[in-house]
């Protein structure tokens, strides 16, 4: 894991990849339990035998499933020390580019945009490539905005 001490060392890596994440198994339990904390019971996602017949013949993750991966993803790349904290400020540019089967593994590759210092912290924008074993197409690419405050 990267660590990066402070905001001035985060601003010298702007245009930067910060690293790549080790592989994460998606399997059933993980995205039943994601099903269960969103009441999003959707057969594609929790009905392996008829998920079986349907396009992918087999389940698949939520969507917005790959998207929550992110912060676990990006604690394996980097960290910022010397913050008072860190707040989720919003997202732009999410897209879903390929399915993420039950089974298949999945990886972040996050590189850091940019930066914007303001009175309540510096919002830090950072482009997330989920990456899908043996894909040719990412999973998941979205930019995080986060605001950090030293």
Same mark, same amino acid.
């Given at each position: 894991m990267r660590v990066i001490e402070g905001l001035?060392?985060?601003?010298?890596?702007?245009? !930067? @990849?910060?690293?790549?994440?080790?592989? %994460?198994? /998606?399997? !059933? &339990?993980? /995205?039943?339990?994601f099903a269960d904390a969103t009441g999003d019971h959707q057969w594609i996602h929790t009905e392996p035998i008829r998920a079986a017949s349907g396009p992918y013949g087999k389940t698949i993750a939520h969507g917005y499933l790959t998207l929550a991966l992110l912060p676990l993803l990006s @604690? *394996?790349? =980097?960290?910022?020390? +010397?913050? &008072?904290?860190? %707040?989720? =400020? +919003? %997202?732009?540019?999410v897209r879903f580019l390929a399915p993420v089967l039950v089974g298949s593994r999945? *990886?972040? *590759?996050?590189?850091l945009i940019s930066m914007t210092s303001g009175p309540a912290g510096t919002r830090v924008i950072v482009q997330h490539t989920v990456e899908l074993e043996g894909s040719d197409r990412p999973a998941c690419v979205a930019e995080q905005i986060r605001l950090m405050v030293p």
């Open positions: 001035d060392q985060l601003a010298a890596l702007v245009g !930067q @990849e910060l690293g790549v994440s080790d592989w %994460l198994d /998606i399997d !059933q &339990a993980r /995205i039943d339990l @604690e *394996r790349v =980097y960290r910022v020390d +010397g913050l &008072a904290m860190v %707040l989720n =400020y +919003g %997202l732009d540019k999945v *990886r972040n *590759r996050p590189v």
